[in-house]
């Protein structure tokens, strides 16, 4: 079984920094894209940043200049390095990624279960 677990959200003042972790578990042959998403309270998710296996990254408009997208594929971890949080940022951070499992013959995508980000003072 195929999963992602995220950590690193929590409370910080305007202008302050968060890393999120996600790093995914299980049968694992391959992951292509990963990424992260939002979604705040009465808002739709929206993407955030997302990250190919080779390294090309793609970024909302929102958080150009100010978040960070990385990716150790030896640990199947991607991370999002957040600076200069404002209160606009504040969401719930969902991990995504396309993964190939060990005895399957495609990609599917698979969803982390979230952490809450609060950008307040």
């Known amino acids: 079984q195929v999963q992602l677990v995220e950590s690193g959200g929590g409370l910080v003042q305007p202008g302050g920094s968060l890393r999120l972790s996600c790093a995914a578990s299980g049968s694992i042959f391959s992951i292509d894209t990963m990424g992260w998403y939002r979604q705040a309270p009465g808002k739709q998710r929206e993407l955030v940043a997302t990250?190919?296996?080779?390294?090309?990254?793609n970024y909302a408009d929102t958080v150009k200049g100010r978040f960070t997208i990385s990716r150790d594929n030896a640990k199947n971890t991607v991370y999002l390095q957040m600076n200069s949080l404002k209160a606009e940022d504040t969401a719930e951070y969902y991990c995504?990624?396309?993964?190939?499992?060990?005895?399957?013959?495609?990609?599917?995508?698979?969803w982390g279960q979230g952490t809450q980000v609060t950008v307040s003072s």
């Open positions: 990250i190919l296996s080779v390294g090309r990254t």
């Open positions: 995504n990624a396309d993964i190939k499992s060990a005895w399957g013959r495609a990609y599917y995508n698979y």
